[in-house]
């Protein structure tokens, strides 16, 4: 599940990854049971029952203690910033904080047209080079999360981003106001 299933590469919320690495344990607790049985093996269903269901608890329990460490270490965190500055990049926000496993270290918001100098003691950015300057230091992660009435904005800044090699981005839909039935 590390080249598959891009746990290592693409950041998954932990329940998703969690059930991922779950049903990855049970393919091969089958797949050995099967062994065992094709082979006639004399081997204890206690041992084997006990033996998978210790896999089942601690590579789950190792992997999200590990992720843990390199999130307090800084090595799993990734710089962020949130194109938007309205409700649905409020939201992306709250989203990111609820879930630290995911290493997404919001450093900023940016929007050339907000109001606040800051959200949530994070600053606003309104210089669009100073997006350019942090994208050279380093690898950041750009989420765009305008709503939905700003489409012109959001088609703009995947074009830019994409125009400046820019291939960490997330594009979080806005979808209050829209009809989701009928």
């Keep these: 599940f590390w080249v598959r299933l891009r746990h290592y ?3 998954k919320p932990f329940w998703y990854e969690l059930k991922e690495v779950i049903r990855t ?3 091969f607790a ?3 049971l099967a062994l065992i049985a094709f082979t006639k093996w004399q081997f204890s269903r206690y ?3 006990f ?3 210790f896999a089942i608890i601690l590579v789950p329990f190792f992997r999200a203690l590990t992720k843990h460490l390199l999130n307090k270490l800084g090595i799993w965190k990734k710089k962020t910033i949130i194109l938007g500055s309205r409700q649905n990049a409020r939201g992306a926000y709250s989203a990111l904080q609820s879930e630290e496993m ?3 270290d919001v450093i900023a918001f940016f929007d050339t047209d907000a ?3 800051e959200i949530n003691m994070l600053p606003v950015i309104k210089d669009t080079e100073i997006i350019w300057d942090l994208n050279r230091t380093g690898d950041v992660h750009y989420i765009l999360a305008y709503e939905y009435t700003e489409l012109e904005k959001t088609h703009f800044w995947l074009r830019e981003l994409s125009k400046h090699h820019c291939r960490s981005v ?3 839909p806005s979808f209050r106001g829209l009809p989701l039935y009928n």
Excluded: K, L, Q
């Design 102 to 104: 995911m290493g997404f």
């Design 51 to 53: 033996c998978w269901t």
């Design 115 to 117: 109001s606040d100098a």
């Design 170 to 172: 997330t594009v979080v």
């Design 9 to 11: 590469t693409y950041r």
């Design 25 to 27: 344990i049970v393919i």
């Design 30 to 32: 089958v797949f050995d």
């Design 47 to 49: 041992v084997w029952v």
